[in-house]
């Protein structure tokens, strides 16, 4: 089954405790994003890549990293994390490359993250 | 900056018609609609490019005014199941890998 997934699904953890979200897909997509979602804010591109290795970033980036070393992962790391950074998060991928946003992105089922 | 959607919340009764607006202050190189159902991913619906090209679901409909950098979302003989919150986007370039979302329309069908 073609999907994206993303694990944990749900994180519940400490301000500045190091932790990773994994996500990864199945349909060889060369596009995938990450994006936060917080209520009457709407979905927040924090970071996308356009292929292995190349990485840019979105909208809220501050606080996040990401890696992409693997065409199917894409992992969103939070090497500090604080109180601000709870949210859902959605990792989603999409087939385009360069060629404009004529692709629909395919989601993830999201994580809930909280920091305490 | 992030497109301008209206209504914020809109409440029909099954069977009933809404149109929901999605707007930018910036140009608008192709639109996204979007629909998340309580506790779940974004699922997609269409895609409306610059030329009038139109790539989705064959019971959904949209419009995309270039010029006037709108598009609108039409929900016709609603049911239930269109409930949910609808999501336009859009790329911030003509690559439109950095994406941006409105902040939704919830919509509520009441039988």
């Known amino acids: 089954e073609a999907q994206v997934t993303q694990n944990p699904r749900y994180l519940i953890t400490v301000t500045g405790k190091k932790l990773t979200v994994t996500c990864s897909q199945n349909?060889?997509?060369?596009?995938m994003s990450w994006y936060r979602q917080d209520p009457g804010l709407g979905l927040r591109q924090i970071y996308y890549?356009?292929?292995?290795?190349?990485?840019d970033k979105g909208d809220v980036p501050e606080g996040y990293k990401v890696s992409r070393k693997e065409k199917r992962n894409f992992p969103l790391i939070l090497e500090s994390p604080s109180p601000n950074q709870t949210s859902l998060y959605f990792c989603?991928?999409?087939?385009?490359?360069?060629?404009?946003?004529?692709?629909?992105?395919?989601f993830g089922p999201g994580t809930r993250l909280t920091v305490t | 900056q992030q497109p301008v959607q209206s209504p914020q919340a809109v409440i029909l009764r099954e069977g009933e018609d809404a149109v929901i607006n999605c707007s930018s202050s910036?140009?608008?190189?192709?639109v996204h609609w979007y629909r998340q159902k309580h506790g779940e991913a974004p699922v997609f619906l269409m895609i409306?490019?610059?030329?009038?090209e139109q790539k989705g679901h064959e019971k959904i409909s949209a419009s995309f005014n270039e010029k006037k950098q709108q598009s609108s979302l039409y929900l016709t003989a609603s049911q239930l199941s269109y409930s949910g919150t609808y999501f336009c986007?859009?790329?911030?370039?003509?690559?439109?890998?950095?994406?941006?979302f409105g902040p939704g329309t919830r919509l509520s069908v009441l039988p």
């Open positions: 989603a991928s999409s087939p385009q490359g360069l060629a404009g946003a004529s692709y629909e992105q395919y």
């Open positions: 890549s356009m292929n292995v290795e190349v990485t």
């Open positions: 409306l490019l610059k030329g009038g």
């Open positions: 349909m060889n997509h060369e596009y």
């Open positions: 986007g859009t790329g911030r370039d003509n690559y439109g890998q950095n994406f941006v």
């Open positions: 910036k140009a608008l190189y192709s």
